[in-house]
């Protein structure tokens, strides 16, 4: 299986060239999930951008098929990013990221914006944790760390936070197939992931009008983990970003609304090949 090395340890990642060839120059499209899933929640996007040009998926530390890491901060991960970059001679990128990965991107545009010749942050926030929020993972990670994620807990709280009300009751086999994917993480590495992302994660609301990267920013009508007001306050911020919205998506619209992601993702791309 292809793995690259990091300062997280090893990370999976699927490497797909564009058909009929890359063109020399042109930035690789990088895809990143959310906290919870692997590289497959990309599937429904994979084929479009493949059109386009190269595409790596990457499964992050402690989840898919990646090593479990030490324990690390969202700004450790976005070294480790580039550490991967490097590793797979990315020389520049347009990363699409969805919750998580949409805050990696945005830490890679302030801190190395020479790296991305533009990003995409789908479902995401730039705002840091509340303290109640805080509270209530570092219970979750307690229990998830001792026993695993109860079924309760993934029925009554997880799912209703990731997935919209019509794909609960339409495209259940979707749910089942999150569930099972992540009943198969290391505990450690949810819980590590989980306490870099959703309890130690630091607010960079007032240091995005730094971008200048070419933004994409979007969201799930009817996602609840991070409500439309995040996406709007990061579009909000960076100058000349576009804003849409994916009907009739959840906090995982890539997966679960892909026709409607794709309408806006795959031109917008497009657009920054070079």
Request: with cysteine.
């Amino acid at each position: 299986m292809p793995y690259l090395r990091t300062r997280l340890g090893r990370w999976f990642f699927e490497d797909v060239e564009r058909e009929g060839g890359t063109f020399a120059g042109a930035p690789t499209i990088v895809l990143l999930h959310s906290l919870l899933c692997d590289g497959g929640m990309w599937r429904g996007q994979v084929g479009p951008l493949r059109a386009l040009g190269r595409v790596v998926v990457i499964d992050s530390p402690g989840h898919g098929k990646s090593d479990v890491p030490p324990p690390f901060t969202l700004e450790d991960h976005t070294r480790a990013l580039l550490d991967a970059f490097e590793e797979l001679r990315i020389g520049r990128a347009i990363v699409a990221g969805v919750s998580w990965g949409g805050m990696l991107a945005m830490r890679v545009a302030l801190h190395h914006p020479g790296r991305l010749a533009a990003m995409a942050i789908l479902d995401s926030s730039a705002d840091g944790t509340l303290w109640k929020e805080r509270l209530e993972y570092r219970a979750m990670c307690a229990v998830v760390r001792a026993v695993g994620m109860p079924p309760r807990l993934l029925k009554e709280r997880v799912v209703p936070l990731m997935f919209a009300p019509r794909t609960r009751t339409h495209a259940p086999e979707l749910v089942d197939e999150f569930v099972r994917t992540l009943g198969g993480f290391s505990r450690e590495g949810v819980t590590r992931a989980t306490k870099a992302v959703s309890i130690d994660r630091p607010s960079i609301v007032e240091e995005l009008r730094r971008i200048t990267v070419p933004t994409l920013v979007g969201y799930g009508e009817y996602d609840k983990a991070t409500p439309a007001a995040h996406s709007r306050r990061i579009a909000s911020r960076i100058g000349g970003s576009l804003l849409a919205v994916f009907e009739g998506g959840g906090h995982l619209a890539a997966l679960e609304v892909p026709d409607a992601v794709n309408q806006h993702l795959v031109p917008f791309v497009r657009e920054h090949m070079g």
